[in-house]
C-alpha cells in the first residue's frame, strides 16, 4: 500500500507539472494510479476535483490569452452533453467505449503528427465533435483531454493561448463533471503533491517554445489514447 501511496504521490506532482507546462495532462498522468488506489468510482471524482484545481493558478497568470470563442465552441457541447452520458453510462460497462475512443485518439495524433490538418476541425464541427468526445472520456475515465489536445494542436494559437484556452475548458468541465458525478473531497496529501507539482510547472512552461509545446500535447493526447486501449482491453 505504501508504494501505492507513493505512486499517487508522484503521479500527481507530476500530472500537475505537465498542466501547467501544456495546459492539459494531469488526469492523463495521475488517472491510472488514482483509479487504481481509490477505486473506478471515487477515483474518477478524486481526478476531476484535483484536476480543476490543477487548472487554477496556471490560469490565474494567463487568462488574458484565453481564445473565449473556441473555449466557448468546446465548452457547449460538454455543458450540455456531460449530465446525459452520465445518465447513459451508469452501471454500464464502459470499457468499449473507451477503447474505441482511444484508438480514434491514436489514430488521430499520429495523422496530426505527420504533418496532417483539418480545416474543418478547426472550426465549429470540430469543437463540437471534439467537445462531445471530451465528455465522454471525462464521465467514463476522467480522462477528457485528448480530444480537446487535438483540436487545439490543430489550431495556429501559440503556447502561451494554448495554455491558458486548456486551462478555462478543463477548468469549467472538470467543475461540472465533479458535480455530476458525485463530490469527493481529495486527501490533503493528494492536495500538496498537486501543489508541488503546479510550482514546479509554473517555472517552466514560459519556456517551451511553440514545436515543443506542439508536440508535448501531441504527446499527452496519444498516451492518454494509448492507456485507454490498453486499461480497458
Do not use: C, H
Amino acid at each position: 500500500m505504501e508504494i501505492l501511496i507513493a505512486l499517487v504521490v508522484i503521479s500527481i506532482a507530476a500530472g500537475a507539472i505537465a498542466q501547467a507546462v501544456t495546459g492539459m495532462g494531469f488526469s492523463l498522468v495521475s488517472a491510472p494510479a488514482l483509479l487504481a488506489y481509490l477505486g473506478p468510482r471515487e477515483g474518477v471524482a478524486v481526478v476531476v476535483v484535483l484536476a480543476a484545481m490543477s487548472s487554477v493558478f496556471p490560469l490565474s497568470r494567463q487568462w488574458r490569452s484565453v481564445r473565449l470563442g473556441s473555449a466557448g465552441a468546446l465548452l457547449l457541447p460538454i455543458l450540455v452533453s456531460t449530465p446525459a452520458i452520465a445518465m447513459a453510462l451508469a452501471g454500464a460497462d464502459t470499457r468499449l467505449v473507451a477503447v474505441a475512443a482511444g484508438a480514434a485518439v491514436v489514430a488521430g495524433v499520429v495523422l496530426l503528427a505527420r504533418g496532417a490538418s483539418w480545416a474543418w476541425f478547426r472550426g465549429l464541427p470540430g469543437a463540437l465533435a471534439a467537445g462531445v468526445a471530451s465528455a465522454v472520456l471525462n464521465v467514463v475515465g476522467g480522462v477528457g483531454g485528448p480530444p480537446v489536445g487535438m483540436y487545439a494542436a490543430n489550431t495556429d494559437w501559440n503556447p502561451t493561448q494554448t495554455r491558458a484556452t486548456l486551462q478555462f475548458v478543463f477548468l469549467v468541465q472538470n467543475l461540472v463533471t465533479a458535480v455530476v458525478v458525485g463530490l469527493v473531497a481529495p486527501a490533503w496529501w493528494m492536495v500538496a503533491a498537486l501543489v508541488l507539482g503546479t510550482v514546479a510547472g509554473a517555472s517552466l512552461m514560459t519556456r517551451v517554445s511553440a514545436a515543443v509545446a506542439r508536440l508535448a500535447v501531441l504527446g499527452i493526447a496519444g498516451l492518454g489514447g494509448v492507456s485507454l486501449v490498453l486499461a480497458n482491453v
